[in-house]
């Protein structure tokens, strides 16, 4: 199976609202990573509108109807943002959890203890046409809700993965790194598509695309902050050979 990389730019708006300013505009970073290998665009309006704006999301639409490239909308599980994807009608929405007082997407979906309000919204995405993904924690009780709720994908949260394997937690990274390897094959078994994300970076990709199962990456954040450096293309076709390297070493070893 091939993995697709999506890239989020949430973070060139974090640069132009730091400002107030109208640039770095997050659609020319979108034309940017689609040109340089991008599969798809993805971008998380949060009800606080602290990166991307709703004009953003109306330019982002356009741009990936234009070059027939997937958009995926994160967003939370509300009446408000459920509107907007429905309007918008993008290729994917992604449900996750949302709190005002937050930096980033802290943890996965409680879709086991929201499963009524999740079902509604899964519903009412998928009637506009999106393919729906829930973002939860690798555990097995969650990714059955998610089947339950009528999702057609989970994406599994990675942040943990990803810190440990900073701090130096080799024995922590690998327990969790074995957690998304069973829920894996767990979602495949239930027939969900499996994506995964949150904190992945140069250091921390390989192990994760090494995950038969796991047929897309949704990355944004060190991307961006390595894109002052090298540039964003490059750190696209970094991160693209870095994932197909850890890709080639499952299949060898298949
Ligand atoms: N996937 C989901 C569902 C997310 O919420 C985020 C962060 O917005 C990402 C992927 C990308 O995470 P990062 O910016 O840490 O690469």
């Not at 939370?76 to 949302?98: F, K, N, Q, S």
């Not at 980033?104 to 999106?130: H, I, Q, Y």
């Not at 047929?215 to 696209?236: K, Q, R, W, Y």
């Amino acid at each position: 199976m091939s993995l697709r990389l999506g890239v989020n730019i949430d973070h060139v708006a974090t640069i132009r609202n730091a400002r107030g300013a109208s640039y770095p505009e997050p659609i020319r970073a979108a034309e940017l990573a689609l040109a340089a290998g991008a599969d798809g665009i993805t971008a998380h309006l949060r009800e606080d509108r602290r990166h991307i704006s709703d004009t953003d999301i109306d330019l982002l639409s356009d741009l990936c109807r234009k070059r027939g490239r997937p958009l995926n909308l994160e967003m939370a599980v509300t009446e408000e943002m459920v509107g907007i994807a429905v309007r918008h009608r993008p290729y994917a929405a992604c449900l996750v959890p949302e709190r005002r007082e937050e930096v980033t997407t802290e943890g996965g979906l409680d879709v086991l203890r929201g499963l009524d309000r999740v079902r509604d919204a899964v519903s009412a995405l998928r009637g506009a046409g999106c393919r729906v993904s829930l973002f939860i924690e690798a555990d097995p009780a969650q990714i059955a809700a998610s089947a339950e709720a009528g999702a057609q994908v989970v994406e599994l949260h990675t942040g943990a993965f990803c810190d440990s394997v900073r701090a130096g937690e080799t024995e922590r990274a690998a327990a969790i790194l074995d957690r998304l390897c069973a829920g894996s094959v767990e979602a495949g078994r239930l027939g969900l598509e499996v994506h995964a994300g949150h904190g992945i970076d140069f250091a921390t990709v390989a192990p994760i695309a090494a995950i038969p199962q796991i047929a897309e990456l949704n990355i944004g954040h060190f991307l961006i902050g390595e894109a002052i450096f090298v540039g964003l293309p490059e750190a696209i076709r970094r991160m693209r050979q870095l994932m197909e390297a850890g890709r080639l070493h499952t299949e060898q070893a298949a």
